[in-house]
């Protein structure tokens, strides 16, 4: 059996609005992720989903201060990941 | 529920509409939107039901582009939604997982999308956050509309379920039974609903039998079992035995030989023994109805219920819209009349974005015209298209659910608006048309004396009447049985309309279910009702009994009525009375 050895990179960040990680900015992560080229994920409450689907999102149940973890299989999204981190740093443009 | 040895199972529920059919079962989701088929497709088929599923969903996704570009941009929150809606179209958990589904269980796009979307409500109905419980509704309404556009893209070929089948819900509200092609079915059998619910006005109007308040049917039955649908007596035979079986075909054969009778006569005009003529007239909702109606023996359209439009575009028509289909209605039925009954409903039916007001009781709420004095413009907006139409044919217009006096002004100064605005449009249009208020509201009957004085004529809604006189829901099966159209109390609302009508000089209909029974007839000829409207299936039946009514015995037997104060007493004078004449039940002992 041979392992899959890619090399995963992963950034820390966590929930900063009132309302918590809701419809709205969870489809706006979904989207930020759907251009990425390789897998991402978002991991919180001990549980992996798929960065690109909002309702895999929604499902994390995050609420406000939730520590999220943001993970992309290749260097290539950097730019991604980035921008996802600085969306959830602003409060998903949310007061 | 009785199992024999043979595996037979009986059920008995409540009878939504007369009539026998055997046939095989065929199982309604659950969630009563759609019927959803399941069924195999080869390797070579895979990558185009993929493809079929991908159009479907682009073409979901632009239609719902359009809501949200008509949309008013104010209206934050309902954007809110909507947009998040059009993310979730593509959604990896709906959109791939279906996609994937396909493929690995080579299932119709239908099916994969169904067992998907349903693995993904389970995930969300686990999470005790209110917030995200509520996105079930979400992946709901985006499924609903992919599956409706999936229909759609085949419609043609979904005709393949012409086994003609026995429906098997839960329940079936008038919008699913018009999403359904009713050519196709023999008969429905329902778990919830009671006698005159909407449900069984459905089947009525539809002439299928149909036993409704099951309660266990759908645990019961699967897929393909063979069922026999008592719709007289109220009966479910599941998987019946050989016996049961030749004698249920022997007494379906007599009933149709019956029913054909019947028919043969309806043309005929509805004249009783002493030579009263009674106008009957049919309850339709849909134009294509028309052609029924005609062929029962219709003679006008006593009324026409417009709800259909507005729950079937999701929205408000527009005046054009409305205009055209009451144009082409009136067209159809020149030169006879068409009563046109204004908006009867709850707004949120509408438009769910409307409003975010749940109302604990909707039969008590604001509905029909309550919700169009409160919301003008929609008002507005039909009762021109109904003036336009007038111009065309022969409408006299009816308002819905008038409780006093200042709500019959209130209409007057809204019709008036409308005139204005045609006026100013240079628009033809006829404002000489008589206009009506439903007595369907206790308050209304008692007050009749005073209405009378601002209105040309009233129909009684008896379906509505009874509901809030006996303070009884007619769709709850624990109560049904108490919903009694031969209640004295009901019949002293109904004389007093009748006779505030005849002091007045106006015009007097009735339009609910009540018109369509056979032993109420003689009851409504001694109260001097000589105008019916009625499900036109139930018009065949009624003229056969009309024509065997004398109207000096059944006014003479009236006197009499009044004085019993039971149901009972009322219901087994009647049958005594009129034995000889009273139809055929279908199932009676004496076949």
Redesign the interface.
């Known amino acids: 059996m041979i392992l899959k050895d890619s090399i995963t990179i992963t950034r820390g960040t966590s929930v900063k609005n009132e309302l918590g990680m809701?419809?709205?900015p969870a489809?706006r992560i979904?989207?930020l992720a759907g251009s990425a080229r390789f897998c991402i994920w978002l991991h919180a409450n001990s549980t992996r989903v798929?960065a690109?689907?909002?309702?895999?999102i929604?499902?994390l149940?995050a609420?406000k201060g939730t520590q999220i973890v943001v993970e992309i299989e290749n260097q290539k999204d950097m730019d991604v990941l980035n921008q996802i981190i600085d969306f959830f740093e602003t409060g998903f443009g949310e007061s | 529920m009785q199992p024999s040895s043979s595996g037979q199972i009986s059920i008995r529920g409540i009878s939504g509409s007369p009539g026998i059919c055997i046939g095989k079962a065929y199982l309604v989701d659950k969630e009563g939107v759609n019927l959803i088929k399941r069924y195999p497709i080869s390797d070579a088929q895979i990558s185009k039901e993929i493809d079929r599923f991908k159009q479907a969903v682009s073409k979901a996704k632009n239609d719902y582009a359009k809501i949200i570009e008509s949309i008013d941009k104010s209206i934050e929150d309902n954007l809110d939604i909507l947009e998040t809606h059009m993310a979730l179209f593509e959604d990896k958990m709906l959109y791939g997982r279906t996609i994937d589904t396909i493929s690995t269980d080579k299932i119709n796009a239908e099916w994969a999308l169904r067992k998907v979307s349903r693995r993904a409500k389970a995930m969300f109905q686990q999470i005790d956050d209110p917030y995200l419980k509520a996105r079930v509704n979400d992946i709901d309404q985006v499924t609903d509309k992919i599956m409706s556009s999936l229909f759609g893209a085949q419609d043609k070929k979904i005709s393949d379920i012409n086994k003609r089948v026995i429906l098997v819900a839960h329940d079936l509200s008038p919008a699913d039974a018009s999403q359904i092609q009713l050519e196709m079915i023999k008969g429905f059998v329902t778990d919830r609903g009671g006698k005159d619910s909407h449900t069984s006005i459905v089947a009525k109007s539809l002439k299928i039998p149909s036993v409704l308040g099951l309660g266990k049917a759908m645990i019961n039955v699967k897929n393909d079992d063979i069922l026999i649908v008592d719709g007289s007596t109220g009966l479910l035979i599941i998987n019946p035995d050989e016996d049961t079986l030749f004698q249920y075909e022997e007494r379906l054969t007599k009933f149709e030989a019956y029913r054909a009778g019947l028919e043969r006569e309806s043309h005929l005009p509805a004249v009783t023994k002493d030579g009263v003529v009674l106008n009957l007239m049919a309850n339709i909702e849909l134009v294509e109805e028309v052609v029924a109606a005609k062929d029962y023996g219709a003679t006008d359209i006593g009324l026409f219920r417009t709800e259909f439009l507005y729950l079937d575009l999701r929205r408000f028509p527009t005046e054009d819209e409305l205009f055209c289909k009451y144009k082409e209605l009136v067209e159809l039925m020149l030169p006879h009349s068409v009563t046109i009954r204004t908006l009867d409903i709850n707004g949120d039916k509408v438009n769910p974005y409307l409003s975010v007001v749940e109302e604990a009781n909707p039969s008590l709420g604001l509905r029909a015209v309550r919700f169009c004095l409160e919301n003008e413009p929609v008002f507005i907006t039909q009762l021109k298209a109904i003036l336009r139409a007038a111009a065309i044919g022969n409408i006299k217009l009816l308002i819905p659910m008038i409780s006093c006096v200042e709500e019959i002004i209130q209409v007057k100064q809204a019709l008036c608006k409308a005139i204005h605005e045609l006026e100013q449009e240079n628009k033809i249009f006829n404002k000489d048309i008589p206009l009506g208020v439903m007595i369907e509201v206790p308050s209304a009957a008692i007050m009749a004396d005073h209405l009378a004085e601002h209105v040309d004529f009233f129909s009684i809604g008896t379906n509505d009447l009874i509901q809030y006189a006996l303070a009884i829901d007619r769709r709850n099966p624990q109560v049904a049985h108490l919903y009694q159209a031969l209640n004295p109390a009901v019949l002293r609302m109904i004389k007093m309309t009748c006779d505030a009508a005849k002091k007045k000089g106006i015009g007097i209909v009735m339009c609910g279910e009540m018109a369509g029974d056979p032993i109420n007839i003689p009851v409504l000829i001694g109260l001097g009702l000589t105008d019916l409207s009625m499900n036109s299936a139930s018009i065949p039946v009624v003229k056969n009994m009309i024509r065997n009514i004398d109207s000096r015995k059944a006014e003479n037997c009236m006197e009499k009525i009044m004085e019993f104060n039971t149901v009972k007493d009322i219901t087994e004078y009647i049958i005594n009375e009129y034995k000889d004449i009273l139809p055929f039940q279908g199932t009676d002992e004496s076949l």
């Open positions: 809701h419809a709205r489809s979904a989207q798929d690109t689907s909002t309702l895999d929604l499902t149940c609420v």
